[in-house]
């Protein structure tokens, strides 16, 4: 193997696998996730692999089990092999991408950073463990490798599904390497999310609650998450109300963003015709539509005023992804939907909140396939 790639966790010979012959839902490997998930939750691991162990829950995997049963006419069936490229900026994501990958049968291939951050190494020493104990990863492999070299040119050739989790640029590069005809590709580039809020009085009770998770939303991976809130829509909203929740949030937040990137933040805000509305452990900017939606800010939002659903629509991007929403009923969702390209849509302080449907894609789908007998 080239001295260039390390493999952390898993079987380093794929590309000497066999065909895969194991179908989705195998109960043995049901039963390596049910274990991992006992391990994360057994120990007081941090907040994201406590969420990927709640997550990985033996009802949760008979639930989708019973989602995807077959029927008399259609059987489900992996892909085969599988390689994943994670993204940086949120570095537990591979996790649940590999999960369900693994979970429909698939041989599977994860690229992760060459700079593991506590929780990736925690993780895979986990695997590695569980690995050892009963060779559940004997067809999976967590690597890493300098981009650099001709690996993600071998990946690509031995794949049959390649799976992209990147930046517009990163996906780009990549997608210069040709695959195979018989081979898919699924993207999941930059997007950018944003909160519309709807508050009334009957609501001030709430306001410490929704504050506390509009911070959690928006201080986990520290903003730089595609699903994590950069902006705010108003709905029909008194402006005592407004100033009443950024107080609350403002306290959930304190130390969690450097001065000097909510300083810069702002300032660039500014500079494009925002005017700072509210400054403290975060800083609010106000402005009459998105401003810097291209730019990944650290410890400011934005925000708009908004009398009616479809000046919201109009002002959302075209690479929108998720909407974390409060007072909105369905038909107000239906409405946005219909009007924008917004893919789901998130309680405050779920947003961050990986689901099997994420970015409007449901993953276990595009993971497997469905034989017709």
């Known amino acids: 193997m080239s001295s260039n790639i390390q493999c952390w966790a898993g079987s380093p010979d794929y590309l000497q696998w066999s065909r895969t012959q194991v179908m989705p839902f195998n109960e043995k490997r049901v039963q390596f996730l049910v274990?991992?998930?006992?391990?994360?939750?057994?120990?007081?691991?941090?907040?994201?692999?406590?969420?990927?162990?709640?997550?990985?829950?033996?009802?949760?995997?008979?639930?989708?089990?019973?989602?995807?049963?077959?029927?008399?006419?259609?059987?489900?069936?992996?892909?085969?092999?599988?390689?994943?490229?994670?993204?940086?900026?949120?570095?537990?994501?591979?996790?649940?991408?590999?999960?369900?990958?693994?979970?429909?049968?698939?041989?599977?291939?994860?690229?992760?950073?060459?700079?593991?951050?506590?929780?990736?190494?925690?993780?895979?020493?986990?695997?590695?463990?569980?690995?050892?104990?009963?060779?559940g990863l004997s067809e999976q492999a967590f690597i890493s490798y300098n981009k650099r070299s001709d690996w993600t040119l071998k990946l690509s050739h031995w794949c049959q599904l390649r799976m992209l989790w990147s930046s517009d640029q990163s996906i780009e590069s990549i997608r210069q390497i040709i695959l195979p005809a018989q081979a898919q590709e699924w993207v999941f580039p930059d997007r950018y999310s944003v909160s519309v809020l709807y508050l009334t009085e009957a609501d001030v009770p709430k306001l410490s609650k929704l504050a506390e998770g509009f911070a959690r939303d928006v201080s986990t991976y520290q903003q730089q998450a595609c699903a994590s809130p950069k902006w705010v829509f108003w709905y029909q909203t008194d402006k005592v109300l407004q100033r009443q929740f950024w107080k609350a949030v403002d306290v959930c937040l304190e130390d969690v963003f450097p001065a000097s990137e909510r300083l810069i933040a702002s300032q660039y805000l500014c500079a494009l015709g925002g005017v700072e509305v509210f400054h403290g452990n975060i800083k609010v900017i106000e402005g009459s539509g998105i401003l810097g939606g291209d730019q990944h800010l650290e410890g400011v939002v934005g925000q708009s005023?908004?009398?009616?659903?479809?000046?919201?629509?109009?002002?959302?991007?075209?690479?929108?992804?998720?909407?974390?929403?409060?007072?909105?009923?369905?038909?107000?969702?239906?409405?946005?939907?219909?009007?924008?390209?917004?893919?789901?849509?998130?309680?405050?302080?779920?947003?961050?909140?990986?689901?099997?449907?994420?970015?409007?894609?449901?993953?276990?789908?595009?993971?497997?396939?469905?034989?017709?007998?």
């Open 35 to 135: 274990r991992l998930s006992e391990a994360l939750l057994s120990r007081h691991y941090s907040a994201a692999l406590t969420a990927l162990g709640f997550w990985l829950r033996e009802s949760q995997l008979r639930q989708w089990q019973q989602e995807y049963a077959n029927d008399d006419k259609v059987i489900l069936a992996p892909v085969g092999r599988v390689f994943i490229v994670s993204p940086s900026n949120v570095e537990g994501l591979f996790a649940y991408s590999w999960a369900l990958s693994y979970l429909m049968g698939n041989q599977t291939v994860v690229r992760v950073s060459e700079q593991l951050t506590d929780d990736q190494q925690t993780l895979f020493t986990l695997l590695e463990s569980l690995h050892f104990q009963t060779a």
């Open 305 to 373: 005023q908004c009398s009616d659903l479809a000046m919201i629509s109009a002002q959302m991007p075209n690479h929108i992804q998720s909407v974390a929403a409060f007072g909105l009923d369905q038909a107000a969702k239906v409405a946005l939907m219909t009007r924008s390209n917004v893919r789901q849509f998130a309680q405050m302080g779920h947003a961050l909140n990986f689901d099997k449907v994420w970015d409007g894609i449901d993953l276990t789908t595009i993971l497997s396939k469905k034989v017709r007998l």
